[in-house]
């Protein structure tokens, strides 16, 4: 059975930092792309970052670029997500997704099949 | 940075169809995914690569494309299927993900 399982949430002041990490079981994870979407409470979806299988491409929504960094250990089939200089409307319960790629014309496209529960960060003084 | 939109509200009656658009540039060019999210639950994709449909997912639900409008048809809706719909694709490039802002589906 696929497991998608987040920790390292919590409440933490405008401009500090948190360490996200998405636990995966039961499947390959050296084999699929991994991504980040939150959503603060009350809203839509955002996909924030998504990783490569072997680490080497990592892509980032404008809005998190320069304070995000997404990383993935296949050792421990673990995906972290570091969050730096951190806002308020960074608020919002952060999910690992595992990506299922496609090719159409030529370039990636992909969607996820299996979502954790997410973890909360809440960015307030 | 790219976006594609959708209308925040859709609402039909029990049995109607109910059709849900979602517009974006790339869409010639790109795949789009529905996804279905009920209240503290997680998304779950109800149409993958614009049309297909995943087992398990109900026959009412479909998907088709059209230029730079995609379309999530649900037909007889039931009152299970009122919930949030999400709208996902990636820019021409392939490089990033997008989500739509989400259609909240009211059944009557």
């Known amino acids: 059975e696929v497991q998608l399982v987040e920790s390292g949430g919590g409440l933490v002041q405008p401009g500090g930092s948190l360490r996200l990490s998405c636990a995966a079981s039961?499947?390959?994870?050296?084999?699929?792309?991994m991504s980040w979407v939150r959503q603060a409470p009350g809203k839509g979806l955002e996909w924030v970052a998504n990783?490569?299988?072997?680490?080497?491409?990592?892509y980032y929504v404008d809005s998190v670029k320069g304070r995000f960094t997404i990383s993935r250990d296949n050792a421990k089939n673990s995906l972290y997500l570091q969050m730096n200089s951190l806002k308020a409307e960074d608020t919002a319960v952060y999910s690992c997704?595992?990506?299922?790629?496609?090719?159409?014309?030529?370039?990636?496209?992909?969607?996820?099949?299996?979502w954790g529960q997410g973890t909360l960060v809440t960015v307030s003084s | 940075s790219y976006e594609v939109t959708q209308p925040p509200s859709v609402s039909v009656s029990p049995g109607q169809t109910a059709r849900i658009t979602c517009s974006g540039d790339a869409l010639p060019k790109q795949y789009a995914y529905w996804y279905q999210q009920k209240p503290g639950q997680a998304p779950v994709v109800v149409i993958y690569k614009d049309s297909e449909r995943p087992s398990g997912i109900p026959e009412r639900f479909s998907g088709s494309s059209s230029g730079t409008t995609v379309t999530l048809t649900i037909s007889g809706v039931q009152a299970e299927d009122e919930a949030d719909y999400y709208c996902?694709?990636?820019?021409?490039?392939?490089?990033?993900?997008?989500f739509g802002g989400g259609t909240k589906l009211t059944v009557l």
């Open positions: 990783i490569k299988q072997d680490g080497s491409e990592k």
């Open positions: 997704a595992r990506e299922v790629v496609h090719m159409v014309y030529g370039v990636l496209s992909g969607s996820y099949d299996y």
């Open positions: 996902q694709s990636a820019d021409s490039s392939g490089t990033y993900r997008v």
């Open positions: 039961g499947f390959t994870f050296s084999s699929y792309w």
